[in-house]
């Protein structure tokens, strides 16, 4: 099985890599595109601010590729926020494959959100084998607001969607690969569809 982590400069790559070599499994970096779509699994990671990573995208010419993919898609923290309709943070457009916008936490509660979480109203063969109410860990001052592709959720200052999913897209806010061995279990979940 072929695994690719779609390589773009805006990712927690080398956790990622590792948590797929404890699970047995090589993942591929790369950023071309003949190898992203020849791959049976993509990763799409994330970690800095959207609009600096839309233009990397763009530059690339991955912001168009992504959308088009048909294999299963994960992305992960920033990579889900960035397959959304848009974002707060630097007033982003996103890939537009999750319908629902990206807000700011306010300032009432400390941003970001860093540390564990619950996740709940579980909906999802991506959590076959978790519990309602698991720990993840996350790190993020951005959320994506509730809709009809929401697949789980977690309470910070409100209830937003912590996990989305659209045809063979899915997202995470969370970091499965920091979250122990549930985290390694929802990314096996995701090897296994």
């Not at 090589?26 to 950023?31: E, G, K, Q, R, T």
């Not at 299963?72 to 457009?93: A, K, N, R, W, Y």
């Not at 970001?112 to 109410?133: A, C, R, T």
Request: proline share 3%; aromatic share 10%.
């Amino acid at each position: 099985m072929k695994l690719v982590i779609i390589d773009y400069g805006a990712g927690n790559i080398k956790s990622i890599q590792f948590a797929f070599k404890r699970l047995g499994v090589d993942a591929v970096l790369s950023n071309n595109a003949d190898e992203i779509k020849g791959a049976d699994k993509v990763i799409f990671p994330g970690v800095g601010e959207a609009s600096s990573a839309m233009k990397m995208l763009k530059k690339s010419g991955l912001d168009s590729l992504i959308p088009t993919l048909k294999q299963p898609v994960l992305g992960i923290c920033l990579g889900m926020q960035l397959m959304c309709l848009h974002s707060e943070e630097g007033d982003t457009d996103g890939l537009g494959i999750f319908q629902t916008k990206v807000k700011r936490f306010s300032n009432s509660v400390k941003v970001p959100q860093m540390g564990w979480n619950v996740i709940k109203d579980l909906k999802s063969d991506l959590f076959k084998g978790i519990k309602e109410n698991e720990y993840m860990y996350l790190v993020h001052s951005f959320y994506a607001e509730h809709c009809n592709e929401t697949i789980a959720a977690t309470d910070y200052e409100i209830n937003y969607a912590s996990a989305l999913q659209h045809e063979n897209f899915y997202g995470v806010q969370f970091h499965p690969e920091k979250s122990g061995n549930e985290g390694a279990k929802i990314l096996k979940n995701f090897m296994n569809m």
